[in-house]
C-alpha cells in the first residue's frame, strides 16, 4: 500500500497552482435558424445589426 504524506500532497498542488494559466476567451455565439440565397437568420447574436457579414 502506498502512503502520501501531507507535505508531499501539499507540493503537488501548491506547483499545480503556480503551473496553472488562466486565459479567459469570450465568443459570441448564435443560432442558425435559416439559411437561403447567401442570407442567415440568426438566434442569439445580440451585438449583431441587421445586414452585418458575421464569420
Do not use: H
Not at 16 to 40: F, H, M, P, S
Amino acid at each position: 500500500m502506498v502512503t502520501i504524506r501531507a507535505d508531499e500532497i501539499s507540493n503537488i498542488i501548491r506547483e499545480r497552482i503556480e503551473q496553472y494559466n488562466r486565459e479567459v476567451k469570450v465568443v459570441n455565439t448564435g443560432t442558425v435558424l435559416q439559411v437561403g440565397d447567401g442570407i442567415a437568420r440568426i438566434y442569439g447574436l445580440d451585438e449583431v445589426m441587421a445586414g452585418e457579414l458575421v464569420e
